[in-house]
């Protein structure tokens, strides 16, 4: 269903372990009071894994997806993606690695409905400035073929169903050839059909090479994935266990 999606990238060397979390806790302060959302957290990832992360609402799922982006920072432990120690990174770098670093897929796609789809696509490689201009809109194209809507690429996004607007949204987060993929509930919206080929989509990126994590209630999928992280609490209760 997907044209060549699992092809090897061969230019970027990764770390075994993508992903590395130690000791890791966030704390809010809310009207309420102190607020704790992750409680010394510890896990390592490995480059090439499909990993569900599930729990109930409150556990930290969001929190937990915020770190691992560098949306937010710990109040203690260190966060290691791809070699680089994130937590100790300055905003404007911050900025700059999670562009080249991370893919992220929203359940609402988060498209611009005033740009085409392939203007969608290209929008990260423009502020990245990974590519020459000359090469992007033919790797655009090139991405959206490989997630079967090629022929969607001059449409504005309200023309597209559910499921063709996921497709782009996952082209777009493949844009500058992040080496980690993150998707927040990205079938929470589209029929069991289209939530099927949207979890091919991601089992064939993890071929590839590229990690993907991906938040779901969906259990019915869950023999697509290679690890669960489970949180409740703030805690997790099935992990990827951190090496010795």
Not at 115 to 139: A, G, H, Q, S
Not at 185 to 213: C, H, M, R, Y
Not at 217 to 228: L, N
Request: charged share 20%.
């Amino acid at each position: 269903m997907f044209a060549n999606i699992a092809q090897k990238t061969t230019n970027k060397v990764q770390p075994k372990h993508v992903i590395e979390l130690v000791n890791v806790s966030k704390a809010f302060t809310l009207a309420a009071g102190a607020f704790q959302a992750l409680k010394q957290v510890s896990l390592c990832i490995e480059a090439g894994q499909l990993v569900a992360v599930t729990g109930k609402s409150g556990s930290g799922k969001s929190t937990l997806l915020n770190l691992i982006t560098g949306i937010d920072k710990p109040s203690e432990g260190s966060i290691t993606v791809n070699g680089i120690r994130i937590d100790k990174l300055p905003e404007g770098a911050l900025a700059s690695w999670r562009g080249r670093t991370i893919g992220v897929v929203f359940q609402f796609f988060q498209l611009l409905p005033t740009l085409t789809i392939l203007e969608n696509v290209m929008l990260p490689m423009d502020f990245c400035n990974t590519y020459p201009k000359r090469e992007r809109k033919e790797r655009a194209l090139r991405l959206l073929n490989q997630v079967g809507i090629g022929d969607q690429a001059d449409k504005f996004p309200s023309a597209l169903s559910g499921g063709q607007q996921q497709r782009a949204a996952i082209a777009r987060a493949l844009a500058n050839d992040p080496p980690v993929i993150v998707a927040d509930e990205p079938t929470g919206n589209l029929d069991s059909q289209t939530a099927t080929a949207i979890f091919q989509l991601f089992a064939s990126l993890a071929q590839t090479g590229k990690t993907v994590i991906v938040v779901t209630h969906e259990k019915e999928f869950s023999a697509w994935f290679e690890h669960t992280i489970a949180l409740a609490d703030g805690e997790i209760v099935d992990e990827p266990a951190v090496p010795a």
